[in-house]
């Protein structure tokens, strides 16, 4: 069964510091996979997705990706974290049809000054 | 820009009331979802829709149902709110593989 795991319920990092935010899923076929982040009280949003090709991804607000098959993994990586940057961030694995998503449970940022 | 809505922000509703939750997507989009999501469980599928009509079981269907009479709309339904149906509810609605998310209806049922 297709499933998504982070196992990082919550983290704290400093400002100006990197961060890895990480995501393993379980899928048989070639995964789509997404990273989405959603602030206090608002809907989600995407931030990148990967479907094929280069799997180093670059998405919005600085945050970048890197698929790793033989992993299992699609972690997400900023250098440099901003006081804006506190969240919640949640993977996301899409069936090929496009009629299925899984989500992680998400982690929580907190990002301190 | 696609835009998902959600008829209600903040709902507070009793034991017992009939809810509707409603969102309309404007991108002509055939697949729309419903979701809940809980802290610590991330989000749970409930309902989605793949067509008018059209109407398929997510992880969490009990106590919900829905309904799709037009495209754009998709409308979750708790027949009779229970307190634990208290939660966040987001709709989202997809082109072939992507997400769109509503705001998300905070609801407290009393």
């Known amino acids: 069964a297709q499933s998504v795991t982070q196992p990082d319920i919550h983290i704290t990092v400093s400002e100006g510091a990197s961060l890895e935010l990480r995501c393993n899923y379980s899928?048989?076929?070639?995964?789509?996979l997404f990273w989405y982040v959603q602030s206090p009280g608002q809907g989600l949003q995407l931030l990148l997705k990967y479907f094929s090709g280069d799997t180093l991804v670059q998405g919005i607000k600085g945050f970048e990706a890197e698929f790793k098959r033989s992993q299992s993994s699609f972690n997400l990586r900023k250098p440099s974290v901003h006081w804006s940057d506190a969240a919640e961030y949640f993977c996301a694995v899409g069936e090929t049809g496009g009629n299925q998503f899984y989500f992680g449970t998400g982690t929580s940022l907190t990002v301190i000054p | 820009d696609v835009k998902v809505t959600q008829s209600s922000r903040y709902l507070v509703k009793r034991t017992g009331e009939k809810v509707f939750l409603e969102c309309v997507q404007d991108?002509?989009?055939?697949?729309m979802f419903w979701y809940r999501q809980d802290p610590g469980l991330g989000l749970r599928l409930i309902y989605f829709s793949y067509d008018v009509k059209m109407k398929e079981k997510g992880d969490i269907p009990e106590g919900y149902s829905v309904s799709r009479e037009k495209k754009e709309r998709f409308s979750l339904i708790l027949e009779s709110a229970s307190t634990n149906q208290t939660s966040m509810y987001l709709c989202?609605?997809?082109?072939?593989?992507?997400?769109?998310f509503g705001p998300g209806t905070r609801l407290t049922v009393l």
């Open positions: 899928y048989g076929a070639t995964p789509y």
């Open positions: 989202a609605s997809s082109s072939p593989l992507r997400q769109f």
């Open positions: 991108m002509d989009h055939e697949n």
